[in-house]
């Protein structure tokens, strides 16, 4: 996952950076795989998740990902969904969002991904180690 960020991280970071408004870390930063093509302007509330049975999105500890450096951050460590035990989702994008409900939050940063089926034999969805990528250009 190369990571765009979205106009909620964008304005949020351009008004810290020129000392508007402070930015407060977010508590919960969760993975959210989609079905639907993610846009800038979507939020955690907007975007279209994955529905195989057992499906949620993925908390991501501090400690899993690596401190920025270069402008970029990647995991530190693979990033393992839930597995799935019934239906089927084809996911096309990844989201990282301030909420691990679905459905809720802010988006922060988002990618598309190759396309893949999540079913009862294709599972569990993992981000493996350096699979994440964000960067600040």
């Given at each position: 996952?190369?990571?765009?960020?979205?106009?909620?991280?964008?304005?949020?970071?351009?008004?810290?950076?020129?000392?508007?408004?402070?930015?407060?870390?977010p508590a919960t930063v969760a993975n959210a795989l989609c079905t639907v093509t993610i846009?800038?302007?979507?939020?955690?509330?907007?975007?279209?998740?994955?529905?195989?049975?057992?499906?949620?999105?993925?908390?991501i500890a501090g400690s899993d990902l690596n401190a920025a450096s270069s402008g970029s951050?990647?995991?530190?460590?693979?990033?393992?969904?839930?597995?799935?035990?019934?239906?089927?989702?084809?996911?096309?994008?990844?989201?990282?969002?301030?909420?691990?409900?679905?459905?809720?939050?802010?988006?922060?940063?988002?990618?598309?991904?190759?396309?893949?089926?999540?079913?009862?034999?294709?599972?569990?969805?993992?981000?493996?180690?350096?699979?994440?990528?964000?960067?600040?250009?």
């Open positions: 996952m190369a990571g765009h960020y979205s106009s909620y991280s964008e304005n949020k970071l351009l008004d810290h950076s020129l000392g508007k408004t402070s930015f407060t870390m846009t800038y302007a979507m939020t955690g509330a907007t975007i279209t998740e994955a529905t195989f049975t057992g499906y949620a999105r993925k908390t951050s990647t995991n530190a460590n693979a990033i393992i969904h839930a597995a799935c035990t019934g239906s089927s989702s084809t996911i096309i994008g990844d989201a990282l969002c301030d909420s691990a409900s679905t459905g809720a939050g802010n988006m922060l940063v988002y990618s598309d991904v190759t396309s893949h089926t999540i079913d009862t034999s294709n599972t569990p969805a993992t981000l493996a180690i350096g699979a994440l990528t964000v960067t600040l250009t």
